[in-house]
């Protein structure tokens, strides 16, 4: 018999990675937010009322929640998951949060012998609808095996990267270099305008040179149309640069894009658009360029 999964938090990434979860197993669904599962349920996901009600039906139960603060209390708040799952259930959390969350985690799961990994993902909305994610699996090696199978229906990549931790150090590692390219290539863009140049032509020209970069492929999508709509949150892509910042003073590294990087999330948030896709970063350069 197929492997029973459960899947909690199905926002703008867990709903897409649950609809390709359910194409391949028997799927319990539960968001605090009735809404954002209707068309799991439409598809042949059942409905949980709670998390509890998802850990009897499942015997992988994977999340996907915002940030620590979330995590830590779903995983590990009295009648939480740890505390509720049975025995040899294996829990995987795909959030992206600080290394110090799985690190809390693991130990009181393996107390009650019910089994933890962390796997952030990286591919954004457009990846887990494709199925075509990033997994960054830091735990236990073996049970990342038995677990496998689940992750590959959310995407091929799947990296065994460390001990618990070492999946959310590289995610924050990556969304970093990830987020001071996008302003790059924003503030690039800026500029050309105010030289006159059309966005267009910066896009083919930068594609076929030295500074092409994924960040690049957002001029089409979602610059040139200003679709300012998530995709991935401001007030994400903020705690993100956090994570790194806290790891590299942890570990006396003297780090400077990330620092610049958050700065525009942060002005991005104090103009109210923390629930904006991050490309939104935009508007803040072209102000501060006076740019129409
Ligand atoms: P989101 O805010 O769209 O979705 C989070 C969902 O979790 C919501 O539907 C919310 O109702 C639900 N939730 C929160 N607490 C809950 C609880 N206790 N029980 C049940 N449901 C609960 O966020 P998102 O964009 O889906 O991001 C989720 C995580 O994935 C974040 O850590 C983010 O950094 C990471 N991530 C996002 C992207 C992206 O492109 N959006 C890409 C890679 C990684």
Do not use: W
């Amino acid at each position: 018999m197929a492997t029973s999964v459960g899947f909690i938090g199905v926002g703008n990434m867990g709903n897409p990675m649950a609809g390709n979860v359910l194409k391949a197993f028997p799927l319990t669904v539960f968001d605090k937010n009735p809404n954002a599962m209707s068309n799991l349920i439409a598809a042949g996901a059942q409905k949980a009322g709670s998390h509890q009600e998802v850990l009897e039906r499942a015997e992988i139960v994977m999340t996907c929640l915002p940030a620590s603060p979330d995590v830590e209390a779903l995983y590990l708040d009295a009648g939480g998951l740890v505390e509720r799952a049975k025995p040899g259930t294996i829990l995987i959390d795909l959030s992206s949060v600080l290394p110090s969350t799985p690190r809390k985690i693991e130990p009181r799961a393996k107390q009650r012998g019910v089994h933890f990994l962390e796997a952030p993902v990286s591919g954004g909305v457009s990846g887990a609808k494709a199925a075509t994610l990033a997994v960054m699996v830091g735990g236990d090696a073996a049970v990342l095996e038995r677990a496998r199978p689940v992750l590959r229906a959310i995407g091929p990549n799947i990296f065994s990267v460390g001990p618990v931790g070492a999946g959310n150090t590289v995610k924050a590692i990556n969304n970093m270099m990830a987020c001071v390219n996008s302003l790059a290539m924003m503030e690039g863009l800026v500029l050309g305008r105010r030289a006159g140049l059309d966005p267009m032509t910066i896009y083919e020209v930068v594609k076929a040179s030295s500074g092409g970069s994924k960040a690049l492929e957002r001029i089409p999508t979602a610059i040139v149309p200003r679709n300012f709509a998530p995709g991935f949150k401001v007030a994400l892509m903020n705690k993100d640069l956090e994570t790194f910042n806290t790891i590299a003073k942890e570990l006396h590294v003297p780090v400077s894009f990330s620092n610049v990087a958050q700065r525009y999330q942060q002005a991005a948030m104090a103009a109210g658009l923390a629930d904006q896709d991050t490309s939104v970063a935009l508007t803040i350069i072209e102000k501060l360029a006076a740019l129409e």
